[in-house]
């Protein structure tokens, strides 16, 4: 086990690296040049110089990425061009929204997909298993922002019941905090839910076919014991996977919602951030949570491998 | 069921039916028809790429055009869908959002069809450029989607070429991936090592042999990115990282109906619902078209 986790972590450093590389070309990518683009048109030459030499645009190129990609071993993203602070401070302030909206929506996620996934594979082929695979399809092909979109009209703008955006930090004042996420979650949750229940579906499936399913219910066991500690524990192995890539998808999508409900998060930043040409911080929010699915999609590899042995001894 | 049918009973059923050359010549084309989802769902986006085509025909007013005297209004006679804030008509502006949705869907999968693909045959064939190449996507591939595009766009500002390039860097990976990984098997088989006992070069056995082995998953695949690059334009529009926020788009029309949502609902719903249309019909569409033609992935 040990081994392969070294192995694992081996493997990850040249995607570490690649993922430097894109983050840092970014800035070179800028048609023209980068710290006269950042100024705007009323910069004069001298402005540009300094800013070229605060950026470290004057160095060769390896030189600067060694630079800044040694900062961000080191969690430095450098100096925020806008905000006046360093760009790791900026992010630490706006970490809390984004990571909690992105576990509720998980937690969402999880709790609609997984139930929905069991009921449509124990009913196969019933009214309501096609009932919820449509479900499912529809779900997945309205996109956050516009779910987002249509919860505010329905629970904000018309029935008043929720806020149609802004932040209450979870210490400040929990109730308003949860009342406040409630939309934000369910909009990004949601799609990915159906992505999960159709996982969980399928591979349930599979799982009931099997010898030791008819064994147990030959035995006597009723369904529910049946399929939910026989079957069940088994068919959400497969479901780890996805769960894993999805929170990159909420983390992705966590963005384009933090604009929608005014969440000052990190997606939020980065999204103002691009308006202000604000490099060092899209760059650093950027890197953050590239790293941050990284390493989430390493754990649930590791978890993988500890939930199914058949992995860790094939692979070795 | 239709898979029996068609490897054991192909011919004597056609001969019975009287069935023309089509069916027995591409047996997943029936399967393919037989479905009504699958049908109607080719119907719709063929009617979405002909009102797009068609769209200065078809649509009752200009998109662009300012009529200050009818800012804001409800749908009516004149204004099917409405007006925006600015005395536009937003059925005109959908119809020609359609344009740009259709048009970044539709060059995105081709560009990230042609360089995945290549990417991928040439990493399945040849072991020794494997490892670099994949790498090298897994990195690109290790960035939540949208977040890359946004990034990117970030750097070389907004506009549409700009978002193709964008998002043909987002999709190539998948699609690499996807083509690779049909090489490693197809490159197994015995009409490849067959091929290159009778001296053809590498490169038509790629062309002739491995490519038109994995076509039918790429086919699907494709489908799929079509849907995903439309709603990722729209999602970089709609953060104003996207298309240049003066061409109507669907993405940019539900970012300007954000700022007046609590008055004029129209303007969010009715390109919102155009946008879910168009992509829940692709996903119909690749499912249909992954049954027709990858019986092996087929979903119970």
Same mark, same amino acid.
């Given at each position: 086990?040990?081994?392969?986790?070294?192995?694992?972590?081996?493997?990850?450093?040249?995607?570490?690296?690649?993922?430097?590389?894109?983050?840092?070309?970014?800035?070179?990518?800028?048609?023209?040049?980068?710290?006269?683009?950042?100024?705007?048109?009323?910069?004069?030459?001298?402005?540009?110089?300094?800013?070229?030499?605060?950026?470290?645009?004057?160095?060769?190129?390896?030189?600067?990425?060694?630079?800044?990609?040694?900062?961000?071993?080191?969690?430095?993203?450098?100096?925020?061009?806008?905000?006046?602070?360093?760009?790791?401070?900026?992010?630490?302030?706006?970490?809390?929204?984004?990571?909690?909206?992105?576990?509720?929506?998980?937690?969402?996620?999880?709790?609609?997909?997984?139930?929905?996934?069991?009921?449509?594979?124990?009913?196969?082929?019933?009214?309501?298993?096609?009932?919820?695979?449509?479900?499912?399809?529809?779900?997945?092909?309205?996109?956050?922002?516009?779910?987002?979109?249509?919860?505010?009209?329905?629970?904000?703008?018309?029935?008043?019941?929720?806020?149609?955006?802004?932040?209450?930090?979870?210490?400040?004042?929990?109730?308003?905090?949860?009342?406040?996420?409630?939309?934000?979650?369910?909009?990004?949750?949601?799609?990915?839910?159906?992505?999960?229940?159709?996982?969980?579906?399928?591979?349930?499936?599979?799982?009931?076919?099997?010898?030791?399913?008819?064994?147990?219910?030959?035995?006597?066991?009723?369904?529910?014991?049946?399929?939910?500690?026989?079957?069940?524990?088994?068919?959400?192995?497969?479901?780890?996977?996805?769960?894993?890539?999805?929170?990159?998808?909420?983390?992705?999508?966590?963005?384009?919602?933090?604009?929608?409900?005014?969440?000052?998060?990190?997606?939020?930043?980065?999204?103002?951030?691009?308006?202000?040409?604000?490099?060092?911080?899209?760059?650093?929010?950027?890197?953050?949570?590239?790293?941050?699915?990284?390493?989430?999609?390493?754990?649930?590899?590791?978890?993988?491998?500890?939930?199914?042995?058949?992995?860790?001894?094939?692979?070795? | 069921?239709?898979?029996?049918?068609?490897?054991?009973?192909?011919?004597?059923?056609?001969?019975?039916?009287?069935?023309?050359?089509?069916?027995?010549?591409?047996?997943?084309?029936?399967?393919?028809?037989?479905?009504?989802?699958?049908?109607?769902?080719?119907?719709?986006?063929? *009617?979405?790429? $002909?009102? !797009?085509?068609?769209?200065? @025909? +078809?649509?009752?007013?200009?998109?662009?055009? #300012?009529? =200050?005297?009818?800012?804001?209004?409800?749908?009516?006679?004149?204004?099917?869908?409405?007006?925006?804030?600015?005395?536009?008509?937003?059925?005109?502006?959908?119809?020609?959002?359609?344009?740009?949705?259709?048009?970044?869907?539709?060059?995105?999968?081709?560009?990230?069809?042609?360089?995945?693909?290549?990417?991928?045959?040439?990493?399945?064939?040849?072991?020794?450029?494997?490892?670099?190449?994949?790498?090298? *996507?897994?990195? $690109?591939? !290790?960035?939540?989607?949208? @977040? +890359?595009?946004?990034?990117?766009?970030?750097? #070389?500002? =907004?506009?549409?070429?700009?978002?193709?390039?964008?998002?043909?860097?987002?999709?190539?990976?998948?699609?690499?991936?996807?083509?690779?990984?049909?090489?490693?098997?197809?490159?197994?088989?015995?009409?490849?090592?067959?091929?290159?006992?009778?001296?053809?070069?590498?490169?038509?056995?790629?062309?002739?042999?491995?490519?038109?082995?994995?076509?039918?998953?790429?086919?699907?695949?494709?489908?799929?990115?079509?849907?995903?690059?439309?709603?990722?334009?729209?999602?970089?529009?709609?953060?104003?990282?996207?298309?240049?926020?003066?061409? =109507?788009?669907?993405?940019?029309?539900?970012?300007?109906?954000?700022?007046?949502?609590?008055?004029?609902?129209?303007?969010?719903?009715?390109?919102?619902?155009?946008?879910?249309?168009?992509?829940?019909?692709?996903?119909?569409?690749?499912?249909?078209?992954?049954?027709?033609?990858?019986?092996?992935?087929?979903?119970?």
């Amino acid at each position: 086990m040990i081994a392969y986790i070294l192995r694992r972590l081996v493997m990850l450093l040249p995607v570490i690296l690649v993922v430097g590389v894109v983050v840092f070309g970014l800035v070179h990518l800028t048609p023209g040049e980068p710290a006269a683009v950042i100024l705007g048109d009323q910069a004069t030459a001298a402005d540009i110089e300094r800013l070229r030499d605060q950026l470290g645009l004057n160095d060769p190129l390896p030189v600067q990425f060694v630079r800044w990609f040694g900062g961000v071993l080191r969690l430095d993203f450098g100096e925020s061009i806008f905000l006046g602070e360093p760009v790791t401070g900026a992010l630490r302030d706006r970490v809390q929204p984004t990571v909690l909206l992105t576990l509720y929506a998980l937690a969402i996620q999880i709790s609609i997909g997984v139930p929905a996934g069991v009921l449509a594979a124990v009913r196969h082929n019933s009214p309501l298993d096609r009932a919820l695979t449509m479900v499912a399809i529809s779900g997945a092909a309205v996109p956050t922002f516009f779910l987002g979109i249509l919860l505010i009209l329905l629970f904000a703008v018309r029935l008043r019941w929720l806020p149609s955006g802004g932040y209450v930090p979870l210490a400040e004042d929990p109730v308003a905090h949860l009342k406040g996420m409630l939309l934000p979650a369910v909009a990004l949750g949601f799609s990915s839910a159906g992505l999960l229940a159709r996982l969980v579906r399928s591979s349930m499936l599979d799982v009931l076919r099997e010898d030791f399913v008819r064994t147990a219910f030959a035995k006597g066991l009723p369904e529910r014991i049946v399929v939910i500690r026989h079957a069940l524990r088994n068919a959400l192995i497969p479901a780890l996977t996805v769960i894993g890539t999805s929170v990159g998808a909420l983390l992705g999508g966590a963005v384009v919602t933090e604009t929608v409900f005014t969440i000052p998060g990190m997606g939020r930043l980065v999204v103002q951030s691009i308006a202000r040409r604000d490099y060092p911080v899209i760059q650093g929010a950027i890197m953050a949570i590239a790293l941050t699915y990284v390493l989430v999609n390493l754990l649930v590899d590791l978890l993988y491998v500890y939930a199914d042995p058949r992995v860790r001894l094939g692979g070795s | 069921m239709v898979q029996v049918a068609s490897l054991d009973l192909r011919g004597a059923a056609d001969a019975r039916r009287g069935a023309g050359g089509w069916a027995r010549r591409w047996p997943w084309a029936r399967s393919l028809v037989a479905n009504p989802v699958t049908v109607l769902s080719a119907l719709f986006l063929m *009617l979405t790429v $002909l009102a !797009a085509v068609f769209a200065p @025909l +078809l649509t009752p007013h200009d998109p662009t055009f #300012l009529d =200050p005297a009818v800012r804001l209004q409800g749908p009516s006679a004149d204004h099917p869908l409405g007006t925006d804030d600015r005395g536009r008509d937003v059925l005109s502006r959908i119809v020609h959002g359609g344009r740009v949705s259709l048009l970044i869907g539709i060059s995105v999968t081709a560009a990230a069809a042609a360089l995945g693909a290549t990417l991928g045959l040439l990493s399945g064939y040849y072991a020794r450029i494997d490892t670099p190449i994949m790498r090298t *996507l897994d990195g $690109l591939m !290790a960035f939540p989607s949208i @977040l +890359l595009a946004i990034a990117i766009m970030a750097s #070389l500002g =907004p506009s549409t070429f700009n978002v193709f390039v964008a998002l043909v860097v987002v999709y190539t990976p998948t699609i690499a991936r996807l083509v690779r990984s049909t090489t490693l098997v197809t490159k197994q088989q015995a009409f490849v090592e067959s091929a290159r006992s009778i001296g053809m070069v590498d490169r038509a056995i790629l062309l002739r042999y491995v490519f038109p082995n994995g076509l039918s998953p790429l086919i699907v695949q494709c489908t799929f990115v079509v849907a995903f690059a439309i709603i990722s334009e729209a999602s970089l529009s709609f953060l104003g990282a996207g298309v240049d926020p003066e061409t =109507p788009t669907w993405g940019n029309m539900l970012r300007d109906g954000q700022r007046v949502l609590q008055r004029a609902w129209w303007l969010s719903v009715f390109p919102g619902v155009a946008l879910v249309l168009t992509v829940l019909t692709l996903n119909l569409l690749g499912d249909g078209l992954r049954d027709a033609l990858d019986p092996r992935a087929r979903r119970r």
